[in-house]
């Protein structure tokens, strides 16, 4: 098998939660894709403006940023969400970028063995250590939260975020929208490019290219779109992936 003919990622199949009464609702109220961004779309380096606040809740979280490379990939999702909430300032700010912060730190209460072997390889979309993940992020939140005062409810509407970001292919909410679409951005970054490519055991060269091919028309919201345009377009030029192939 060349590199021209790896076979396709599975792609995501939004129809196995589309009935769901929260995903009808998200498509009437923003029916159109990507959902067009309402405030300013800012394309420059995500280096150009790191996330700000939170501090108590990332201290809280410090041991679960020492699992696959979160103390990297946490700060940068948050960083993409806090600039999608300018996009959409209709979200709730404040539960996107809570659950941008804490939507990996399951991985850090899961057997780390499977993490790459079964995260990262075959069917990943579908993986069993993924659903695992997503639920022991959910038992993060719920044991961090509540000390640091934030209310049932809001706990509650994070949890529902963090439940299903990576296995499910649909939205439920703008918010849930803006927090997979950070999750997806870091990826177009040339730290998730060199950590991911890794990860999935492929050559930098091929991985950019499904980014442009399989990744990029999952995107939800045109902010997101055309900022992982743009660092696609950098990271291609910086790591000369037209030449090193």
């Not at 009464?21 to 009437?28: G, L, W």
């Not at 809570?98 to 075959?122: K, M, Q, Y």
């Amino acid at each position: 098998m060349n590199r021209s003919n790896l076979p396709a990622w599975e792609k995501a199949d939004p129809s196995v939660h589309a009935s769901d009464p929260r995903a009808v609702t998200f498509v009437e109220n923003f029916g159109i894709r990507p959902i067009p961004a309402v405030g300013p779309i800012v394309t420059e380096s995500i280096c150009s403006a790191p996330s700000r606040g939170f501090e108590q809740l990332w201290k809280a979280i410090e041991p679960e940023t020492r699992t696959r490379a979160n103390d990297v990939h946490l700060p940068l999702v948050a960083a993409y969400a806090e600039r999608l909430c300018a996009a959409y300032p209709a979200a709730n700010k404040e539960v996107v970028l809570v659950a941008a912060i804490l939507h990996d730190t399951g991985w850090a209460h899961v057997d780390e063995t499977r993490i790459i072997s079964e995260g990262f390889s075959g069917n990943w979309r579908k993986a069993a250590i993924r659903f695992e993940h997503e639920s022991e992020g959910c038992i993060v939140a719920r044991r961090v939260l509540p000390g640091l005062g934030y209310a049932a409810d809001f706990i509650e509407q994070v949890c529902d975020i963090i439940d299903g970001h990576d296995t499910r292919q649909v939205a439920y909410s703008l918010e849930d929208a803006l927090v997979r679409d950070s999750d997806r951005l870091w990826r177009f970054d040339r730290a998730g490019i060199m950590a991911s490519s890794s990860w999935f055991g492929m050559p930098v060269s091929d991985y950019v290219d499904r980014l442009d091919r399989e990744i990029l028309p999952e995107l939800i919201t045109e902010a997101a779109y055309e900022m992982a345009t743009a660092d696609l377009t950098r990271a291609k030029a910086l790591l000369r992936t037209d030449t090193i192939r």
